[in-house]
């Protein structure tokens, strides 16, 4: 699991409220957090290898987008931090006399304090970043919409996501550790900053998502209504789904940071009694367990839930064999998008073009946005193309059917 309070266990001198967890079953809670975040990995892995037979349903291809690069790289950080959970859970459980020296103050053996100091910074740092990604796609999807996004738009996610999440990462552990890890935690001007640059990431997921998200939904409707000139019952089915792909994805939020917050409230409302271990702190105290266990659960299992919301169930049956095969995950390029909307063959190559030199029709475009948007939902794709196909055909047609000039003329 990913709480600020991972730091704080490598403090030898730590608060009532961290020792409280600390000492609570420590070896079923590393078990739970174990489990956890070894079935999140393998459902997260099972979803995004490549699939055979007809029960695998095939991501549709975006456009000029990197929503789909978000996606995957979103899923890759959920998969990484529940790695680092899985190795950490290990140690815990495998030596415990390893971990015991952490406790010692005046240790000469500094390696039980850094495997508690990085194990714990990788885990922060990847699920920072992954909330970091998830901001970047609310961003994305609302550029696409209004056709100021790009695969090139990529490198600027990067900046923006790696920097700002080292950058706070760093930031907080080293106000919580400074002058150094035997002396950390002494005092709420070490502890705050560090929980203060831990939760931005999901605060501001929490508070903006939804807010791009609506405008993105806003968007699609005007831009649904702008390609034919009617809003029908497909248009409305189709900006359905996309309302209803936002609204899982911020579900799978509350739904594994909710008992975080809740935790951390509780734990510090203990702290600031002055009798922690008091009788009419007893239910305090319960809840701050369970949340506690809670989150053990549903953090490692936030990359599966993930894959949920972003692809729907991709099915078990695998395709391992070696081949260049279409993975849920692949972003095509506008033309062989189009393509294979017709059944053609993609060919070998993939390219993805700038936004900037795209030189389509408005309502190719439109189509491949609200393909990017849908991105899991078969149905919406095949409505899009259908649409699409039977808008160049009755061009085809008004075109063939106009008066030829006469050639006989002078």
């Not at 690069?69 to 459980?93: H, P």
């Not at 550790?177 to 705050?192: D, K, Q, R, T, W």
Request: proline share 5%; hydrophobic share 45%.
């Amino acid at each position: 699991m990913a709480s600020p309070r991972l730091e704080t266990f490598c403090c030898p001198n730590r608060d009532a409220a961290s020792q409280l967890l600390l000492a609570f079953q420590p070896q079923v809670f590393c078990g739970v957090c174990l489990g956890s975040a070894s079935a999140g990995l393998a459902l997260s892995a099972l979803q995004l290898l490549p699939k055979r037979g007809q029960g695998a349903r095939k991501v549709p291809k975006a456009a000029a987008s990197s929503s789909s690069t978000i996606l995957l790289l979103i899923s890759a950080c959920d998969m990484l931090g529940a790695l680092g959970v899985i190795f950490r859970s290990t140690v815990w459980l495998g030596f415990p006399d390893f971990v015991a020296n952490i406790s010692v103050v005046n240790g000469t053996d500094v390696w039980p304090a850094a495997f508690c100091v990085g194990s714990a910074m990788w885990i922060q740092l990847l699920y920072s970043a992954g909330f970091w990604w998830l901001f970047c796609y609310a961003v994305d999807s609302y550029l696409v919409v209004r056709r100021s996004a790009g695969m090139s738009t990529i490198v600027l996610y990067h900046m923006m996501t790696w920097g700002l999440a080292i950058l706070l990462c760093v930031e907080g552990i080293a106000m919580l550790y400074y002058p150094s890890v035997s002396s950390c935690e002494n005092g709420l001007e070490h502890a705050i900053p560090h929980y203060v640059t831990t939760y931005v990431p999901l605060v501001l997921v929490l508070v903006a998502n939804p807010v791009l998200f609506s405008r993105t939904v806003t968007a699609v409707a005007s831009l649904l209504k702008g390609r034919q000139g009617i809003y029908t019952e497909n248009e409305r089915r189709l900006g359905t789904e996309i309302k209803v792909r936002f609204f899982k994805i911020m579900l799978v939020v509350v739904i594994c940071w909710s008992s975080n917050i809740i935790n951390e409230g509780l734990l510090f409302y203990l702290e600031m009694q002055p009798d922690i271990n008091g009788s009419p702190l007893k239910h305090v105290r319960n809840a701050a367990l369970i949340t506690w266990i809670i989150m053990g659960v549903l953090n490692p299992m936030q990359g599966f839930l993930f894959t949920l919301a972003f692809y729907g169930w991709t099915g078990w049956k695998l395709d391992l064999r070696w081949r260049k095969s279409e993975i849920p995950w692949e972003s095509m390029s506008t033309s062989t998008a189009a393509e294979n909307a017709y059944g053609l063959p993609s060919g070998n190559s993939v390219n993805f073009p700038d936004s900037k030199q795209t030189t389509a029709e408005p309502n190719h475009q439109a189509d491949e946005t609200l393909s990017m948007l849908s991105e899991g939902s078969d149905a919406s794709t095949i409505e899009i193309h259908i649409s699409s196909g039977a808008h160049e055909l009755d061009a085809v047609r008004a075109s063939s059917q106009r008066p030829k000039p006469n050639a006989t003329g002078s």
